[in-house]
């Protein structure tokens, strides 16, 4: 067949070729390939998995595999409206299943279908990373929430108005700091792009350490930030960086894992809208501190506007001096190269992340070795967190020792907390690390008026529950950990006392099923049977015994798999099942829920 005939056109092979050039390898560039095709079609033609293996030069399974694994790539035409409603814990609390039915019953058909007319695809998905917009639904890769009658209207007339950012506008009264480093690019609610940037002191604080610092003293610097790993794990940043073995005749590579997937989570949304470049000069730092010279920004496929505007500040980066040769006119080299995902949690763990970026389904991978020692594509890799690195440049200007000052012991600086559910201020607020948990809740509006709190998950999905009497609690890794929970991501999900707990913990564990890779037995089995037996619990099927199969599900799953999905899973099972016992014991008894039927 002529190249013109096939549906890899030569218009979308003249597209990929200088995507194939950023790579180490043709089949790094699949991701991005499948999306020109989907772009082109609206889905993946089934003859595509032949010539995309030609052309990538790699097995037709692989290329398979990929589809079949990351949920964006549609395998039939889907409609010209494609309406997405979340259905994680957020924006359960706030209405999504009632809105999905309504749509159901409006279009006349079920999730997971299209139109007979072809308008519309419904869609019932996990968390889109917006939870500060509850209830909030994806139509045609505009975030839309928190949803009106009205905006559903423009939803179905294909014209969805972009839901507006949830940001505090100054430090409320009462607050210990008044301190705001990265939250003061989100006051105006608009992008910083260079000209802005610059204006507020941006990339002074990379002149600085380009003149001032060798790259092993800022290594030395962030250490006594005690700045520490912002994506969830928490682990001190410098310490990190301190692993990457020197002169091994490989190069090292910077990934910024920006692929925030976890649930109640939405801090890094606001970070690529608002600030794209307070990012791209941490990144510039940790290049410099670690002999970085080429770095991949792997951004979660669901953020389309927060790609687009990246995209456009790196652009406007390398145009100015700021990345690409001789970086300030000194003998620092840094390319960047943007990657998006294709739907997939598993992806936000690191090692998933770099299988992904290599071009292969997201399983994470065995360790040791570190990626610090073997990371992409078999070489020294350095992956951070976007909010991570997004603190740099603060630390450079204000100095270690300043910055460490900000937060608690062994717990430096600020932190973004993404708060939702059931408060009358839901969004993103920057606050020392240590901060009280009920102060945060209060300054975010407390509970709806006439309600009060019944449990606050403290850090993601992945945390243990928190009971309303053990709210009394800060805010960083080593508190939170003491409490018995962990400090995560950040995302704080507030419910109050109409929350059946059932219903929220059959809402978090069929997420947790739903994004399984299906690598690990434990992981796989485990929670993708949980998810079974807490619907039937939900919808009054439960049996005696189900209590205690689930917590022994719960241990099974704990400390015996690859990555710790079945732990973020597990911890959570536990929690709900013990602190809110009785709750699941009625279900069990009377067949029905009591909670949802007094609301």
Same mark, same amino acid.
């Given at each position: ?31 991005? +390939? ?21 052309? #990538? ?36 609390? @706030? ?32 968390? /889109? ?43 409320? %009264?009462?607050?210990?700091?008044? *301190? ?17 940037? +610059? ?5 002074? @604080? &990379?002149?600085? +350490? ?19 790993? #912002? ?7 410098? $310490? ?66 927060? =790609? ?38 598993? @992806? ?27 990371? #992409?594509?078999? !070489?020294?890799? *350095? ?5 991570? &690195? ?23 600086? /600020? ?21 009280? &948990? ?8 407390? *509970? ?8 606050? *998950?403290?850090?993601?999905? !992945? %945390? ?17 950990? @003491? ?25 978090? $564990? ?52 690859? =990555? %710790? ?5 597990? $911890? ?28």
């Amino acid at each position: 067949m002529n190249v013109a005939e096939g549906v890899l056109t030569v218009e979308i092979r003249k597209k990929a070729e200088p995507v194939l050039r950023r790579y180490a390898t043709k089949r790094a560039a699949i991701l991005p +390939v499948l999306r020109l095709l989907q772009e082109r079609y609206g889905y993946i033609p089934e003859e595509a998995e032949g010539e995309v293996a030609d052309y #990538l030069e790699i097995p037709v399974i692989d290329v398979r595999e990929v589809l079949s694994f990351y949920t964006l790539f549609h395998r039939k035409p889907a409609g010209k409206i494609c309406l997405n409603v979340c259905r994680t814990l957020s924006c359960r609390l @706030a209405g999504s299943q009632e809105i999905l039915k309504g749509l159901e019953d409006r279009l006349g058909i079920q999730a997971g279908q299209t139109t007979l007319d072809g308008r519309f695809t419904l869609e019932s998905v996990e968390c /889109l990373g917006a939870c500060e917009l509850a209830p909030m639904m994806e139509a045609n890769g505009v975030y839309a929430g928190p949803l009106t009658e009205k905006g559903l209207e423009q939803c179905l007339a294909g014209q969805p108005e972009k839901g507006e950012q949830r940001i505090e506008g100054s430090a409320p %009264a009462g607050t210990d700091s008044p *301190v705001r480093l990265i939250s003061k690019f989100f006051e105006r609610g608009r992008t910083y792009f260079l000209d802005d940037y +610059v204006k507020e002191g941006g990339y002074e @604080a &990379l002149r600085q +350490v380009l003149e001032k610092f060798k790259p092993n003293d800022f290594i030395e610097e962030v250490k006594k930030s005690n700045l520490r790993g #912002l994506g969830g794990a928490g682990f001190p940043a410098g $310490m990190k960086w301190s692993f990457v073995p020197k002169n091994t005749g490989k190069p090292v590579y910077l990934v910024v894992n920006a692929d925030e997937g976890e649930p109640g989570t939405f801090k890094d949304r606001y970070i690529l809208v608002n600030a794209p470049h307070l990012l791209l000069e941490g990144m510039a730092l940790a290049a410099y501190a670690n002999s970085v010279e080429k770095a991949f920004i792997y951004v979660r496929g669901e953020y389309e506007e927060p =790609c687009r505007i990246l995209s456009k500040a790196v652009e406007e980066a390398e145009a100015g001096g700021f990345l690409g040769k001789n970086i300030l006119g000194k003998n620092f080299n840094l390319e960047i190269v943007l990657h998006r995902g294709a739907g997939a949690y598993i @992806a936000g763990e690191e090692t998933g992340l770099l299988e992904s970026l290599e071009g292969k389904k997201a399983f994470p991978r065995l360790k040791p070795p570190y990626p610090a020692v073997v990371g #992409l594509f078999g !070489s020294p890799t *350095v992956i951070n967190n976007v909010e991570t &690195l997004s603190y740099l440049p603060f630390v450079a200007k204000m100095g270690a020792e300043a910055f460490a000052g900000l937060g608690s012991p062994r717990n430096g600086g /600020l932190r973004l907390f993404s708060v939702s559910g059931h408060v009358a201020r839901p969004g993103v607020y920057e606050r020392p690390l240590g901060y009280p &948990l009920r102060r945060l809740i209060d300054e975010a509006g407390g *509970v709806r008026a006439g309600h009060q709190i019944k449990a606050v *998950v403290p850090g993601g999905l !992945s %945390a243990a529950v928190l009971k309303a009497d053990e709210i009394e609690v800060g805010l960083d890794f080593d508190q939170l950990k @003491a409490a018995g929970t962990m400090a995560g991501s950040a995302g704080i999900i507030v419910m109050d006392e109409t929350t059946c707990m059932v219903e929220a913990l059959t809402v978090t $564990m069929s997420f947790f099923g739903h994004e399984s890779c299906g690598q690990c037995s434990p992981c796989r089995e485990g929670t993708g049977w949980v998810a079974k037996i807490l619907k039937r619990i939900c919808e009054g099927r439960g049996r005696a015994g189900d209590i205690d199969t689930l917590l022994d599900l719960g241990a099974s799953m704990s400390g015996t798999t690859i =990555c %710790a999905l079945a732990d973020g899973a597990a $911890m959570p099972l536990g929690s709900y099942l013990k602190k809110f016992r009785s709750e699941f014991e009625f279900h069990l008894r009377e067949k029905h829920c009591d909670v949802r039927e007094n609301k």
